[in-house]
């Protein structure tokens, strides 16, 4: 099955610096890869997703890059915000019959102000 | 927020008991996909519901069993609780396109704490 590796596990920045969260995967049929923001006690918020037909999609100071040749992608928050501290998921998906989301591990990133 | 809703949003039960969690899924969606979240860890699949019908399911036992009704509703049963069925307990739903994975929304959650 899919296996999705993500790292770094903890991250504080200065506020107005930027982070960057790194996601590996295993099963090359994954064509889908969401991001997910979680705040304490509350459900993941889908903040980004990218899917495998396109390199790069941006949305305001987030972006997301995906390498399908090496089976990587990242999540890039600019001008960090103390509201941004939260913990990330990275996730990977296919549009096969179970169309489960595989989860990372989390990074808990943490913006000092 | 999402609009997929889950009750209740904590519960307690002793080792042995069984438990069944709710999730009202968005507006517009048909699939509903439950997920275990041990503290500390991602979010595991536990089965995914399509047209009332179990459409995949993860690596749990069949003590981790669901239902899915006409309205796109859904419950999450589990019998004879282990201490390791601690967890938050996520409802996703989402509208099954046929062709591409579908975006998942996730509810709120349940906390189970088993005794």
């Known amino acids: 099955g899919e296996n999705v590796e993500q790292h770094p596990s903890t991250l504080s920045v200065q506020e107005g610096d930027s982070a960057v969260i790194k996601c590996t995967y295993s099963d090359s049929a994954s064509n889908y890869f969401p991001w997910y923001k979680q705040e ?9 997703d990218i899917r495998s037909n396109v390199g790069e999609k941006k949305d305001q100071r987030i972006a997301v ?26 996730a ?15 990074t808990q990133l943490t913006v000092l102000p | 927020e999402t609009g997929v809703t889950q009750s209740p949003t904590h ?4 080792r042995g008991q069984q438990v069944t969690l709710r999730c009202s899924s968005q507006s517009g969606h ?23 019908e179990e459409n995949g399911r993860g690596n749990f036992p069949p003590r981790f069993s669901g239902l899915q009704f006409p309205n796109y509703s859904s419950e999450l049963n589990v019998n004879a609780l282990e201490l390791d069925d601690s967890a938050l307990y996520l409802c996703a739903s989402s509208l099954f396109s046929g062709t591409s994975t ?13 005794l």
């Open chain 2, 11 to 14: 519960l307690i039960k002793t």
């Open chain 1, 40 to 48: 304490l006690g509350k459900g993941p918020q889908l903040i980004i």
């Open chain 1, 65 to 90: 890059t995906l390498n399908k040749t090496a089976k990587h992608f990242s999540l890039h928050i600019t001008e960090t915000q103390p509201e941004d501290s939260a913990v990330y998921f990275c």
């Open chain 2, 30 to 52: 048909n699939t509903v996909s439950w997920y275990q979240q041990a503290l500390g860890q991602g979010p595991q699949f536990i089965f995914q519901y399509y047209r009332e």
């Open chain 1, 92 to 106: 990977a998906g296919s549009s096969g019959s179970a169309r489960q989301l595989t989860f990372g591990s989390g």
């Open chain 2, 102 to 114: 579908d975006t998942q929304y996730f509810g709120p959650g349940t906390r189970l704490t088993v």
